[in-house]
């Protein structure tokens, strides 16, 4: 089966620009993550999906990250506009129900801010 | 709250050596334990879980037992390969909850 897709796998931009990326999870599943992994550090979530909405968002810096899950599939997530915090890989991951222990993850687009 | 203190890599080991990541755990209630590996290129991928004290995850060569009393879930393995070569993450899932708490990650590196 197709794996998680994310896209673009490698985006420069400079401070103050937007940016968005993209993902297309497993077909069927109904949970969808994006996560955060800044250098040195382990993945942290950002926002959950079930379906299209959103079960947890409690980590999303919600004055500059946007993210949403049109028709329960594919998403986006938005930074507008960006800091040079903001550099990391994103990963989106998806799993058929809340279990996330059964979670597929992405390869992840690493975001450089400058 | 929930945290997972991991081993500072990296690590570098020979061809058949044996291995032990520590990973130590604050949780309330009863987490579930979990490894992820993230080999080159590729995205993160579950290793093996355990869900309750005293289980014993395995995969791949690979075990982890669930210690709750020393809040450990050290990985091992009895004899590495080139192809383990990878960065590894210890996670908990918290009681009730939906979200992967992971640690930093131990980059290990096996040479021939």
């Known amino acids: 089966e197709a794996g998680v897709a994310q896209s673009p796998r490698y985006k420069i931009i400079e401070k103050r620009q937007s940016v968005a990326f993209w993902c297309n999870p497993i077909s069927g599943h109904a949970t969808l993550y994006w996560y955060q992994q800044i250098l040195g550090q382990g993945p942290k979530l950002l926002i959950q999906?079930?379906?299209?909405?959103?079960?947890?968002d409690s980590q999303l810096p919600k004055d500059r990250f946007s993210a949403e899950r049109l028709k329960g599939v594919d998403s986006t997530l938005k930074i507008q506009p960006a800091k040079l915090e903001d550099s990391a890989v994103y990963l989106c991951a998806s799993s058929w129900d809340r279990g996330v222990s059964e979670a597929f993850f992405g390869q992840g687009t690493r975001l450089t801010v400058v | 709250g929930n945290s997972v203190t991991q081993m500072e890599g990296p690590v570098t080991l020979s061809e058949e050596a044996f291995l032990t990541i520590n990973c130590t755990y604050t949780a309330t209630g009863y987490p579930s334990l979990f490894w992820y590996v993230q080999y080159p290129g590729e995205g993160l991928q579950l290793l093996l879980k355990?869900?309750?004290?005293?289980d014993k995850g395995s995969n791949k060569g690979f075990e982890a037992t669930y210690r709750k009393e020393t809040t450990s879930f050290h990985l091992e393995k009895g004899s590495v390969q080139v192809s383990d070569s990878a960065v590894y993450f210890c996670a908990l899932s918290g009681t009730g909850a939906n979200n992967l708490f992971f640690g930093t990650g131990t980059r290990l590196t096996v040479i021939p």
């Open positions: 999906f079930q379906n299209n909405g959103v079960v947890d």
């Open positions: 355990a869900t309750k004290a005293d």
